[in-house]
């Protein structure tokens, strides 16, 4: 499909954020909701950091400690071979995991999607006991006069997500947990079908193995509820490993069009499409044969995590979807399709 990369890719690199603290650095940053915002389009980014380290002996790990209201810094000494440090994202003991990175979410602002002014400081940090681990994946849904943020909020409790919401993007209300762990990948429609809110969401079976999409509604976006599957990964595909939203779904003329990744068993990330039912979202009319970008550039397929393209927002412009996403999980990269061309990869289901 013509699918355009911006030449200025990556647009936004981890040497390009200031770090939160003197003693942090920036690892990656990436997977970014967007939102157009008083003439300016505003990412919120994942911005990851780890305390700087001079000392190879030992992996420094950076955990919100609540009784403490303050990110304190945990060592192992990599010479004790009970820890596992073969997943640079993860340290991992004999009784927990820990992340070896902790993320926040940080605003950027531009007038042209392309070079962006990024605030010195974090929009959002971990919290509280949901949060020891970091706040991760922000997605931006406008209803009516307020902006609702939902991300992924990491501990040793697991995965879950939790809402917040905002009118200005200077303060933000909490609104606690939506979902459970483990789950993730949560994208509220951005009007409401037949009298409720839906969300698209993606719990995670860790006991049969199932990484799936489904979809809740809700009467006030606090509580969900009416659960139901929505579409699995696909045997001899490129989303034959696991499956899960990415962009909050766009109105199209056919129904509810959805940006998704999907990962093969080898983890490699792509993005495509599926298109949903206008009135019952649970229902798939159609989903991309073949992704409509998939890691081919040197950003895309090296970093923290390679072979990786990964999407939190999009806008949808002038028949045009302008795609800010995740390449290798280290930098932010920009490309555009028409929505034409993203229809035409449909297949029927």
Same mark, same amino acid.
């Given at each position: 499909?013509?699918?355009?990369?911006?030449?200025?890719?990556?647009?936004?690199?981890?040497?390009?954020? #200031? /770090?939160?603290?003197? %003693?942090?650095? $920036?690892?990656? *940053?990436?997977?970014?909701?967007?939102?157009?915002? =008083?003439?300016? !389009?505003?990412?919120?980014?994942?911005?990851?950091? #780890? /305390?700087?380290?001079? %000392?190879?002996? $030992?992996?420094? *790990?950076?955990?919100?400690?609540?009784?403490?209201? =303050?990110?304190? !810094?945990?060592?192992?000494?990599?010479?004790?071979?009970?820890?596992?440090?073969? %997943?640079?994202?993860?340290?991992?003991?004999?009784?927990?995991?820990?992340?070896?990175?902790?993320?926040? !979410?940080?605003?950027?602002?531009?007038?042209?999607?392309?070079?962006?002014?990024?605030?010195?400081?974090?929009?959002?940090?971990?919290?509280?006991?949901?949060?020891?681990?970091?706040?991760?994946?922000?997605?931006?849904?406008?209803?009516?006069?307020?902006?609702?943020?939902?991300?992924?909020?990491?501990?040793?409790?697991?995965?879950?997500?939790?809402?917040?919401?905002?009118?200005?993007?200077?303060?933000?209300?909490?609104?606690?947990?939506?979902?459970?762990?483990?789950?993730?990948?949560?994208?509220?429609?951005?009007?409401?079908?037949?009298?409720?809110?839906?969300?698209?969401?993606?719990?995670?079976?860790?006991?049969?193995?199932?990484?799936?999409?489904?979809?809740?509604?809700?009467?006030?976006?606090?509580?969900?509820?009416?659960?139901?599957?929505?579409?699995?990964?696909?045997?001899?595909?490129?989303?034959?490993?696991?499956?899960?939203?990415?962009?909050?779904?766009?109105?199209?003329?056919?129904?509810?069009?959805?940006?998704?990744?999907?990962?093969?068993?080898?983890?490699?990330?792509?993005?495509?499409?599926?298109?949903?039912?206008?009135?019952?979202?649970?229902?798939?009319?159609?989903?991309?044969?073949?992704?409509?970008?998939?890691?081919?550039?040197?950003?895309?397929?090296?970093?923290?995590?390679?072979?990786?393209?990964?999407?939190?927002?999009?806008?949808?412009?002038?028949?045009?979807?302008?795609?800010?996403?995740?390449?290798?999980?280290?930098?932010?990269?920009?490309?555009?399709?028409?929505?034409?061309?993203?229809?035409?990869?449909?297949?029927?289901?």
């Amino acid at each position: 499909m013509a699918i355009s990369r911006s030449p200025y890719n990556p647009i936004i690199s981890p040497e390009d954020v #200031k /770090p939160s603290r003197e %003693d942090f650095q $920036v690892v990656c *940053v990436f997977n970014a909701g967007v939102i157009r915002y =008083k003439e300016k !389009i505003l990412l919120l980014m994942r911005v990851a950091e #780890k /305390p700087k380290n001079t %000392d190879t002996s $030992v992996e420094l *790990v950076p955990v919100f400690e609540p009784g403490e209201g =303050k990110i304190i !810094i945990k060592s192992f000494p990599k010479s004790d071979t009970t820890i596992d440090f073969s %997943d640079s994202r993860f340290v991992r003991t004999p009784t927990e995991q820990y992340l070896s990175s902790i993320s926040h !979410i940080r605003i950027a602002e531009s007038t042209d999607g392309i070079h962006f002014d990024i605030h010195e400081h974090p929009a959002m940090e971990p919290a509280d006991k949901y949060e020891m681990f970091g706040i991760e994946d922000p997605r931006i849904v406008e209803i009516d006069d307020t902006f609702y943020i939902n991300y992924s909020a990491v501990s040793p409790l697991g995965a879950q997500i939790a809402l917040a919401s905002t009118k200005d993007f200077i303060t933000f209300q909490r609104h606690g947990i939506m979902f459970c762990p483990d789950n993730r990948d949560v994208e509220i429609f951005p009007e409401k079908i037949n009298g409720k809110y839906y969300a698209l969401h993606r719990p995670n079976s860790g006991e049969y193995k199932k990484r799936d999409v489904w979809i809740a509604e809700s009467n006030d976006l606090i509580s969900w509820g009416n659960h139901r599957h929505v579409m699995t990964p696909r045997a001899h595909s490129w989303d034959n490993g696991r499956v899960g939203g990415s962009a909050i779904p766009i109105r199209v003329k056919d129904g509810w069009l959805e940006i998704y990744h999907g990962a093969d068993v080898d983890d490699r990330y792509c993005l495509g499409a599926v298109l949903l039912d206008e009135h019952e979202p649970w229902k798939v009319l159609a989903r991309s044969k073949l992704p409509f970008i998939e890691p081919q550039e040197n950003y895309e397929m090296e970093g923290f995590f390679g072979n990786a393209i990964f999407n939190c927002g999009v806008l949808f412009e002038n028949d045009i979807i302008k795609i800010y996403y995740g390449a290798a999980d280290t930098h932010i990269c920009y490309a555009e399709i028409f929505l034409d061309d993203v229809l035409k990869g449909l297949e029927p289901c």
